[in-house]
């Protein structure tokens, strides 16, 4: 497949830090934090990335969460329900801008 994104890439994400490995290990420890088992399961926080991923349009991230999501028990139903729940938002939030220009236009049309 031809794309502008290289998915051999992904598996190179770790060497983000060569240049900044403090950072990068900053970074690496607060994402492991994220993602461990917590009031949410892990399961679930990979489901969660997993519609974040397609909101950002992150194909990296739709990789990898899609493999998570499968290694954690989800299936393709519950996946698919994430990315309703995350474009029903995004959706949403488009619409509700709206708002914001029809005030401009009525106070325009003043």
């Known amino acids: 497949m031809d794309t502008y994104y290289d998915p051999l890439d992904l598996p190179k994400f770790s060497e983000i830090g060569k240049d900044a ?3 990068a290990r900053k970074f690496f420890d607060y994402y492991g934090a994220v993602f461990a088992e ?3 399961t892990e399961r679930e926080k990979a489901l969660i990335a997993l519609a974040v991923a397609h909101a950002i349009q992150c194909p990296y991230c739709i990789d990898a ?6 290694e954690k028990g989800s299936n393709t139903a519950e ?6 729940v995350v474009t029903a938002i995004r959706g949403g939030a488009s ?10 236009a009525d106070k325009m049309s003043l």
């Open 79 to 84: 996946m698919t329900e994430a990315i309703h």
């Open 95 to 104: 619409l509700v801008h709206g708002l914001q220009m029809r005030k401009v």
């Open 38 to 40: 917590g009031e949410l």
């Open 65 to 70: 969460y899609t493999s998570a999501c499968l």
């Open 21 to 23: 490995p403090e950072l």
